[in-house]
Every structure is written in structure tokens, then in C-alpha cells.
């Protein structure tokens, strides 16, 4: 716990925020190009080359709206809601992965801000404490459509934590550990979980789409029934946060995807190159984030693709099929461990 | 060392500065706010007492799971307006007594307990995961499978008094 030990994290936990803060900022602009291409549009170009600048304009734009409360909302809650939002959804890139280790010096440096022994818990507690910033503003905005988005919102994060918490389950008890370094380090080259647990990938996938609140399960914010869902009473930059907040959503998301299902930094033929253990890692952090932006454009691909669920039809997916299904492949995980112990 | 000493002051102060705005606050809200501010002050005092398993799944089952129930029932119910329960006298009295005689119990409890030597938490290893699973499934095992029968027994129960109104 010397002084360079606590500079080097303080600097690593900057840069991943920086990052992230940056990820979800050319999302939005992602996000409107993809959009324009699936419907044969241009998209925005106007600012800057490729609208390259349309990001910061749509935030100055933010910014210079105007702000508006309404009359009998509760002040202290309204504006903690999205304050809420954007802290939790930033929480969870502490214990990612983002590389494996730089060795400058003789000293070795992790690219993980925290390898805390109960990483994977800790994201299921970030998850499950996700729900509060929507419910507290959606409540405190005081209005009806407003209210039942938030319900909407817990509702369905409750309902889709419990299948995502039993596929993870599965790959836990896969790895013997909670650790999500070890998890990834036991996904050396190629053999990645999603080739062992293909079921547990596609229930975790859609649990995703679900605790992102992203379409097909937008419903808490569904503008056709709702106007604009928790977030309708809300303008300028706190309507600003609770969209950005989604975006880093998405891009954690993808991450844990990666990790848990598709090695993490690990990539194929990576001890065949014989490079030196620097320039692996470095190549390794690059691969991640290639496997990251792909799962980002996946999570956009789907929106435009695909109509919104009607709700009944939602919570039936969630209780009736992903959960089954996440128990069988948790048994079947079980089973075929103690098969294998056994022979 | 001295910073978690200081983390235990302000974590201590956290937890009873939002217990008591729990009973304080005019709104159900806020008081279903701050009992939950107060459960994340105790799981960073389990993380002191290096029990992180333990920190980790008291905040996924009581801030994730339990609360969110609550914000979602006061939230549903609209219990705004105050004064909406007015208690009857012997409720109160009751509830009084028995309050008084727990704080009685506990204040029993502690002064039986001495502790003369003050124990290194980051020495004491039984809240790390591994140790708590060996422990649990070796020692402990008939209670702890019990104690999961008893769950789900709850929750059978729970389900078929939902269902109640379908027969």
C-alpha cells in the first residue's frame, strides 16, 4: 500500500471512467448512424466530418435547455434520481478485467481497478440497486405516466435479475471461483464459456436487453403508452443523464458479456506469437474492446429490428421460459460436473 | 490501521444519523430511503470486519430485493398524507413495552459480553467465501438445508395466499 500503488489505481480508475464517460458518448452517435442506415438515411453529417461532432452539440444542446421542475414534485428526490442512475451504472466497471497485467519495471500492474474475491456478487449487487434511480424519479416527478413506468421498470428488473443471476450461477460453479480475473484467465485462447454454456448465453443476452431497458423491453419508457415513462417530467441535462446513463448501461453490459462468455481479453493463437507479455496484454485489451463494440452495435442491431414486447407478454418470456430454462442449465451444469468429478 | 478507524466513525455515524431520520421522516418515502442508506452503511462495516461475502449479499437482498419491494408498495399506495394510521392508545402502550423490554434484553446482552481483547478483523478469515462455504456445508450442514426448506416452504405459501382469490 505504498504512495505509487495508490497513484497508479487512482490513474486507472480516471482512465476507466474517462473511457466509459467516452464509450457512451459515441454511442449516441452510433446509435443515430445505425439507426439511418437500417432505415436508408444519412444519419447525422452535418456536424463535422461524418458528424463526428454531433455528440458534444447534442450535450451543449443539453445544457442549454431549459430546466423545469414540476410544482409538487419532491425536489431533493427529483434531482437525486438521475444523479442515482449515472453513479450506479459507473459503479460496475471497477471489477471488470480490462487487461491482463503490464509489468514496467520489474513491478507488476493489473488492469483491473479492484480483483475483489466476490466480483461477480458485487455486479449482482450493482444490478440490483440499478432500479432505484429510476423509481425514485419517476416517483418523485409526481405524475402518473411517470409512476408507472417506474413501476414498470422495477418490475421487470426484479423479474430478469433472477434468470441472469442463474446462468451466472452455472458459469460460477463451471469455474470454482467468484473472481471475475479467474474467470477470465481460465478462458485462455480459445476456450471461452459460451462454447460450454451456449443456453446460459442466449437467457443472460436477453436478461441484458432487459436490465438495460433497452427494445424489445423498453417498456418503462415505451412513448406510445407512457409519453416518455419515468423520465417524462424531466428536461435538460437530468433528462440528459438518465439517456447517457443508459448508453454507459449498455456498454457495461457488453462488457460482462464479453467476460463471461467470450474470454474477456483472451484471443485465439495469443501464446502461438510469441511476443513479449507487454504487447500481449495491450493486444489483449484491444481485442476486448473490439468483442465490447461489437456487442454495442448487437444491442442496436436488435433495437431496430425488432418491435416492443406488449408487457404481459414480457413478464411471460420472464417468468415462464427464461427462468425454467435457466434453472434446467443450471442443473445440467450441476450434473455434468459431478459426472466428470466422478469418472 | 487508522483509515478504517475512521471509516468505522463515519460509517457508524451514517448508519444511526439515517436509522433514526427512518422514524423521523414525515414521509413514508424518505424513511424507506434512509433505511436503505442505513443498510449500506452496515454492509461497509461487514467489508471492515473483512466478511465481503457477507457485505455483498446483504446489500443484494436487502438494498436490491427487499427494499425495492417497499419503495414499490409505499409507491403504489400513495401514503402521503400524514396521520393516515392513527394508532390506537394501547397499540402505542404496547408497542412501547415491548420495544422497551428488547433494548432492556440487548443492554443485558452486552454487559454479559466482555471483550477484553480487541480482536484484528483483517487476521479473522471466516467471511471470505470459501471459508464460509466449508463451514456452512461441513458443520453447519442440517441447519442450513433446513432453514432452506423453510424458504421455500415461505414462498409456497406466499404464492398460493396470491392465488387464493382464482378458486
Given at each position: 500500500m505504498d504512495g505509487t500503488y495508490i497513484l497508479y489505481k487512482f490513474i486507472l480508475a480516471s482512465a476507466i471512467l474517462l473511457i466509459s464517460l467516452l464509450v457512451a458518448m459515441y454511442s449516441t452517435l452510433l446509435e443515430r448512424k445505425v439507426a439511418a442506415f437500417f432505415q436508408d438515411r444519412l444519419g447525422p453529417?452535418?456536424?463535422g466530418i461524418f458528424g463526428i461532432f454531433q455528440p458534444l452539440a447534442d450535450g451543449l444542446k443539453l445544457f442549454f435547455k431549459e430546466e423545469f421542475m414540476p410544482g409538487d414534485a419532491d425536489k431533493f428526490l427529483y434531482i437525486l434520481g438521475p444523479s442515482l442512475t449515472m453513479m450506479i451504472a459507473l459503479?460496475?466497471?471497477?471489477?471488470?478485467?480490462?487487461g491482463n497485467s503490464l509489468v514496467i519495471g520489474g513491478a507488476e500492474y493489473s488492469l483491473q481497478v479492484a480483483d475483489v474475491n466476490v466480483g461477480v456478487l458485487y455486479v449482482f449487487a450493482i444490478l440490483s440497486i440499478g432500479v432505484y434511480g429510476i423509481m425514485i424519479g419517476g416517483w418523485a416527478s409526481n405524475n402518473k405516466y411517470a409512476l408507472i413506468g417506474a413501476v414498470r421498470a422495477a418490475s421487470q428488473m426484479i423479474s430478469y435479475e433472477l434468470a441472469m443471476s442463474m446462468t451466472i450461477i452455472a458459469i460460477v460453479m463451471m469455474s470454482g471461483s467468484l473472481s471475475l480475473k479467474d474467470m477470465v484467465e481460465q478462458?485462455?485462447?480459445?476456450?471461452?464459456?459460451v462454447w460450454y454454456q451456449p443456453l446460459g448465453f442466449l437467457i443472460f443476452l436477453v436478461c441484458a436487453f432487459a436490465e438495460c431497458n433497452r427494445?424489445?423491453?423498453?417498456?418503462?419508457?415505451?412513448e406510445t403508452e407512457l409519453i416518455g415513462g419515468y423520465h417524462t417530467e424531466y428536461s435538460s441535462m437530468k433528462l440528459g443523464f438518465y439517456l447517457f446513463a443508459e448508453y454507459i448501461n449498455m456498454f457495461i453490459s457488453s462488457a460482462m458479456i464479453a467476460t463471461l462468455f467470450f474470454g474477456g481479453y483472451n484471443f485465439p493463437f495469443m501464446d502461438d506469437l510469441h511476443l513479449s507479455h507487454n504487447v500481449i496484454t495491450i493486444i489483449g485489451s484491444l481485442v476486448f474492446f473490439v468483442k465490447i463494440a461489437f456487442f454495442v452495435f448487437f444491442f442496436m442491431w436488435v433495437r431496430w429490428t425488432l418491435p416492443r414486447f406488449r408487457y404481459d407478454q414480457l413478464m411471460r418470456l420472464g417468468w415462464k421460459s427464461l427462468l425454467p430454462l435457466a434453472i434446467v442449465n443450471m442443473i445440467i451444469t450441476g450434473l455434468v460436473i459431478m459426472i466428470k468429478h466422478h469418472l | 490501521m487508522i483509515f478504517s478507524k475512521y471509516l468505522f466513525f463515519i460509517l457508524s455515524f451514517i448508519a444511526i444519523y439515517a436509522a433514526l431520520k427512518v422514524l423521523i421522516s414525515k414521509k413514508p418515502m424518505h424513511s424507506v430511503l434512509y433505511l436503505t442508506l442505513t443498510f449500506f452503511a452496515i454492509g461497509g462495516h461487514y467489508i471492515l470486519l473483512n466478511a465481503q461475502f457477507l457485505a455483498v449479499v446483504h446489500i443484494i437482498v436487502y438494498a436490491g430485493a427487499i427494499m425495492v419491494l417497499f419503495i414499490y408498495t409505499v409507491m403504489l399506495l400513495?401514503?402521503?398524507?400524514?396521520?393516515?394510521f392513527p394508532k390506537s392508545r394501547l397499540a402505542k402502550f404496547a408497542s412501547a413495552i415491548a420495544g422497551g423490554i428488547l433494548l432492556f434484553t440487548l443492554i443485558a446482552v452486552f454487559r454479559s459480553y466482555d471483550l477484553k481483547v480487541l480482536a484484528d478483523p483483517s487476521l479473522n478469515?471466516?467471511?471470505l467465501v470459501k471459508n464460509l462455504g466449508k463451514i456452512l456445508f461441513q458443520d453447519y450442514y442440517l441447519p442450513f438445508e433446513l432453514s432452506s426448506i423453510l424458504f421455500l416452504a415461505a414462498m409456497v405459501g406466499a404464492v398460493m395466499l396470491g392465488k387464493k382469490d382464482i378458486y
Amino acid at each position: 500500500m505504498d504512495g505509487t500503488y495508490i497513484l497508479y489505481k487512482f490513474i486507472l480508475a480516471s482512465a476507466i471512467l474517462l473511457i466509459s464517460l467516452l464509450v457512451a458518448m459515441y454511442s449516441t452517435l452510433l446509435e443515430r448512424k445505425v439507426a439511418a442506415f437500417f432505415q436508408d438515411r444519412l444519419g447525422p453529417n452535418r456536424a463535422g466530418i461524418f458528424g463526428i461532432f454531433q455528440p458534444l452539440a447534442d450535450g451543449l444542446k443539453l445544457f442549454f435547455k431549459e430546466e423545469f421542475m414540476p410544482g409538487d414534485a419532491d425536489k431533493f428526490l427529483y434531482i437525486l434520481g438521475p444523479s442515482l442512475t449515472m453513479m450506479i451504472a459507473l459503479l460496475t466497471s471497477a471489477v471488470i478485467p480490462w487487461g491482463n497485467s503490464l509489468v514496467i519495471g520489474g513491478a507488476e500492474y493489473s488492469l483491473q481497478v479492484a480483483d475483489v474475491n466476490v466480483g461477480v456478487l458485487y455486479v449482482f449487487a450493482i444490478l440490483s440497486i440499478g432500479v432505484y434511480g429510476i423509481m425514485i424519479g419517476g416517483w418523485a416527478s409526481n405524475n402518473k405516466y411517470a409512476l408507472i413506468g417506474a413501476v414498470r421498470a422495477a418490475s421487470q428488473m426484479i423479474s430478469y435479475e433472477l434468470a441472469m443471476s442463474m446462468t451466472i450461477i452455472a458459469i460460477v460453479m463451471m469455474s470454482g471461483s467468484l473472481s471475475l480475473k479467474d474467470m477470465v484467465e481460465q478462458q485462455h485462447g480459445m476456450n471461452w464459456n459460451v462454447w460450454y454454456q451456449p443456453l446460459g448465453f442466449l437467457i443472460f443476452l436477453v436478461c441484458a436487453f432487459a436490465e438495460c431497458n433497452r427494445s424489445p423491453f423498453d417498456l418503462p419508457e415505451c412513448e406510445t403508452e407512457l409519453i416518455g415513462g419515468y423520465h417524462t417530467e424531466y428536461s435538460s441535462m437530468k433528462l440528459g443523464f438518465y439517456l447517457f446513463a443508459e448508453y454507459i448501461n449498455m456498454f457495461i453490459s457488453s462488457a460482462m458479456i464479453a467476460t463471461l462468455f467470450f474470454g474477456g481479453y483472451n484471443f485465439p493463437f495469443m501464446d502461438d506469437l510469441h511476443l513479449s507479455h507487454n504487447v500481449i496484454t495491450i493486444i489483449g485489451s484491444l481485442v476486448f474492446f473490439v468483442k465490447i463494440a461489437f456487442f454495442v452495435f448487437f444491442f442496436m442491431w436488435v433495437r431496430w429490428t425488432l418491435p416492443r414486447f406488449r408487457y404481459d407478454q414480457l413478464m411471460r418470456l420472464g417468468w415462464k421460459s427464461l427462468l425454467p430454462l435457466a434453472i434446467v442449465n443450471m442443473i445440467i451444469t450441476g450434473l455434468v460436473i459431478m459426472i466428470k468429478h466422478h469418472l | 490501521m487508522i483509515f478504517s478507524k475512521y471509516l468505522f466513525f463515519i460509517l457508524s455515524f451514517i448508519a444511526i444519523y439515517a436509522a433514526l431520520k427512518v422514524l423521523i421522516s414525515k414521509k413514508p418515502m424518505h424513511s424507506v430511503l434512509y433505511l436503505t442508506l442505513t443498510f449500506f452503511a452496515i454492509g461497509g462495516h461487514y467489508i471492515l470486519l473483512n466478511a465481503q461475502f457477507l457485505a455483498v449479499v446483504h446489500i443484494i437482498v436487502y438494498a436490491g430485493a427487499i427494499m425495492v419491494l417497499f419503495i414499490y408498495t409505499v409507491m403504489l399506495l400513495n401514503l402521503n398524507i400524514q396521520g393516515e394510521f392513527p394508532k390506537s392508545r394501547l397499540a402505542k402502550f404496547a408497542s412501547a413495552i415491548a420495544g422497551g423490554i428488547l433494548l432492556f434484553t440487548l443492554i443485558a446482552v452486552f454487559r454479559s459480553y466482555d471483550l477484553k481483547v480487541l480482536a484484528d478483523p483483517s487476521l479473522n478469515q471466516i467471511g471470505l467465501v470459501k471459508n464460509l462455504g466449508k463451514i456452512l456445508f461441513q458443520d453447519y450442514y442440517l441447519p442450513f438445508e433446513l432453514s432452506s426448506i423453510l424458504f421455500l416452504a415461505a414462498m409456497v405459501g406466499a404464492v398460493m395466499l396470491g392465488k387464493k382469490d382464482i378458486y
